[in-house]
C-alpha cells in the first residue's frame, strides 16, 4: 500500500476524474488558476460545510457572515494592506521570469541545510545571500537578477467608468476584514456579549508569484476565517483553545495526527502576542495548513481610528469598557482540499492489479452512494428507481457501463464510501448488495434499510 503520492499522481487523478482542471485550459491556461469539476466541486463544498459545522453551528457563541468582496478602500489603509502587503520580487534580466526573493533563499537554504530567515532580512541582506551564493534563476538557470523590489499583492480594480486613482478599489486578499467591519453590527444586531466569534467563508486574490504545487498557493482562493474577540487576558487561553479545535477539526476529518505539526512564527508583527501555523506533510514537504494569531486588540483600533467609529464595547455586567482583543484562526479551503487528497490517496496492490482508492471522510465524498445496475437490460429500472428516491437525501451516481469491477473502480478513485448492487435478487427480493470502498466486503440489505444505513455513516 503507498499513500505517499508524487504531485503528479494528485494533478493528473484529478484532471482525469473531474475534481480540479486547469483554469481557462482550452485557451491555454491562466497561470496559477484552476477549475474545480463535478466530483471537485463538492468535496470543497462539504470541506466548507464541515468546517462551518465545527465552528459556527456547533458553537452558540459564534456567527456567520458573508461579506462583500469589495470593501471600502479605506478598510485596506486600516488594516495596512495598502501600504505593506507586498513580496520581495527580482526579474531575471536573461528570461525575464519573476521571482520572490524570499523563496529562493528558503528553498535554497532547505536544499543546503542552513539555517535562514529571509523574513528578517533587509532587501539589501536578501541580494547579498543569492549573489554570495550564487543562486540561480529557476526558470532559465542562469545567474542575472534585478535589484529587489516591493510588489504590493492587492488586485487593484476601479469603480465607475473612469479609472482614476480616486476610483481604486481593490479585490480583498483575506476575508478577515469583513468580519472586523461587522463587529458591531453582529455585536447589536445579535445581542452578542463578548466572549464571541465571526465566521465567513469566500474568495479572496493575491497577485502571488508562486512556484506551482497545483492549489496550494493560487491567486483566488478561498478562505474560512474565524476571530474570536474577547477580553484582554482571555486571549492567552482561547489561543490555545484555537490552537487545539484548529488541530481537532483535521483530525475530525480523518487526518492521521502525525501528518500534521504546530509550527511556531519566527517574526512576529509588531502588534501579535503569539502566532503559529499548523503544517501538514505535503508531497513538496511540511508547508503552512492554517495559521493562529492572537492579533491583541490591534485589528478594531485601527478600524476605530480610520473610521472614526467607536469600536469599544460595554460589558453589560461590570459596566467596564474596552476594545475587544481578538484570536484569529484562518485556513484556506483549497489549500485543505489539496491536503485532504493527499492524506486519502492510496494505492494497494490486489491481486492482478493496483487500486488507487481515495479513502476520504465520508463526509467528504462527493457522492455517498454510487448505485450500478448489474445488467443495464434486467435492472436498469429498478436502479433508476432507487436514484430517484436516495439522490432527494444525499448525493448518488450512476454508472451502468463498463464491468462491475470497473465502475467499483472508477468509484474508488473518487473516494465514494459505498456501492450499491442491483441484480436479480433486487427484482425478486427487494434487497441490495452494498459494497464498502476501504475493506471492499459486501453486506446485503433491504432496499428500505438503505437511506438510514447511507445517513448514519455519511456523518461529520
Ligand atoms: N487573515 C489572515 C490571513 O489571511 P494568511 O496566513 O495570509 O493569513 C491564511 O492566510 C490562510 O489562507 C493560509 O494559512 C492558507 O491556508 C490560505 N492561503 C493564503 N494565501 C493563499 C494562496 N495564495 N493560495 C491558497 N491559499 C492561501
Not at 27 to 46: A, L, Q
Not at 132 to 153: S, Y
Not at 334 to 348: K, Q
Request: a negative charge; one cysteine or more; hydrophobic letters at 35%.
Amino acid at each position: 500500500m503507498e499513500n505517499n503520492p508524487t504531485m503528479e499522481k494528485i494533478v493528473n487523478l484529478c484532471k482525469n476524474r473531474g475534481i480540479i482542471f486547469a483554469g481557462s485550459e482550452i485557451y491555454g491556461g491562466m497561470g496559477n488558476t484552476w477549475d474545480y469539476g463535478p466530483i471537485g466541486v463538492e468535496i470543497k463544498n462539504n470541506i466548507k460545510r464541515a468546517w462551518w459545522k465545527m465552528f459556527v453551528q456547533e458553537n452558540k457563541n459564534a456567527y456567520g457572515v458573508d461579506a462583500a468582496i469589495l470593501m471600502n478602500s479605506r478598510v485596506w489603509d486600516a488594516s495596512g494592506h495598502t501600504a505593506s502587503f507586498s513580496d520581495p520580487k527580482m526579474d531575471c534580466k536573461e528570461c525575464k521570469a519573476r521571482s520572490r526573493a524570499d523563496n529562493l533563499i528558503e528553498e535554497y537554504a532547505k536544499k543546503h541545510n542552513i539555517d535562514v530567515c529571509p523574513d528578517k532580512m533587509t532587501n539589501e541582506e536578501m541580494e547579498k545571500f543569492i549573489d554570495d551564493h550564487k543562486i540561480n534563476c529557476p526558470k532559465c538557470g542562469k545567474h542575472n537578477f534585478t535589484n529587489i523590489r516591493q510588489f504590493n499583492l492587492m488586485f487593484e480594480t476601479s469603480r465607475g467608468v473612469t479609472e482614476d486613482n480616486q476610483n481604486k478599489i481593490y479585490l480583498r486578499p483575506e476575508t478577515a476584514q469583513g468580519e472586523f467591519v461587522n463587529f458591531l453590527n453582529v455585536q447589536r444586531s445579535m445581542r452578542a456579549k463578548v466572549p464571541f466569534s465571526i465566521a465567513q467563508i469566500g474568495k479572496a486574490f493575491r497577485n502571488e508569484v508562486t512556484p506551482g504545487n497545483f492549489i496550494f498557493r493560487t491567486i483566488e482562493f478561498e478562505q474560512m476565517e474565524h476571530q474570536l474577540f474577547c477580553k484582554e487576558g482571555q486571549d492567552v487561553e482561547f489561543y490555545e483553545e484555537y490552537k487545539q479545535k484548529a488541530m481537532d477539526y483535521l483530525v475530525r476529518l480523518g487526518f492521521n495526527r502525525e501528518h500534521l505539526r504546530y509550527k511556531d512564527h519566527d517574526k512576529l508583527a509588531f502588534y501579535a502576542k503569539a502566532a503559529c501555523d499548523i503544517q501538514f506533510k505535503y508531497p513538496m514537504g511540511w508547508e503552512e495548513l492554517n495559521g493562529i494569531h492572537n492579533r491583541t486588540n490591534h485589528d478594531l483600533s485601527r478600524h476605530q481610528e480610520y473610521s472614526n467609529k467607536s469600536m469599544l464595547y460595554m460589558d453589560p455586567v461590570t459596566n467596564e469598557k474596552y476594545i475587544p482583543y481578538v484570536v484569529e484562526y484562518s485556513i484556506g479551503a483549497d489549500r485543505l482540499m489539496l491536503a485532504v487528497l493527499c492524506e486519502a490517496y492510496n494505492e494497494e496492490k490486489l491481486e492482478n492489479e493496483t487500486r488507487v482508492v481515495l479513502k476520504l471522510h465520508p463526509s467528504l465524498a462527493a457522492n455517498k452512494l454510487a448505485i450500478l445496475p448489474l445488467m443495464k437490460r434486467d435492472h436498469g429500472d429498478k436502479a433508476n428507481e432507487i436514484y430517484k428516491e436516495l439522490s432527494k437525501h444525499f448525493m448518488c451516481d450512476y454508472d451502468e457501463s463498463g464491468s462491475i469491477g470497473k465502475r467499483y473502480r472508477r468509484q474508488d478513485e473518487i473516494g465514494t464510501p459505498f456501492c450499491l448492487t442491483v441484480d436479480d435478487n433486487t427484482i425478486n427480493n427487494n434487497t441490495v448488495t452494498i459494497r464498502f470502498r476501504d475493506s471492499m466486503e459486501q453486506i446485503t440489505l433491504s432496499i428500505d434499510e438503505v437511506k438510514d444505513f447511507v445517513l448514519k455513516n455519511i456523518q461529520f
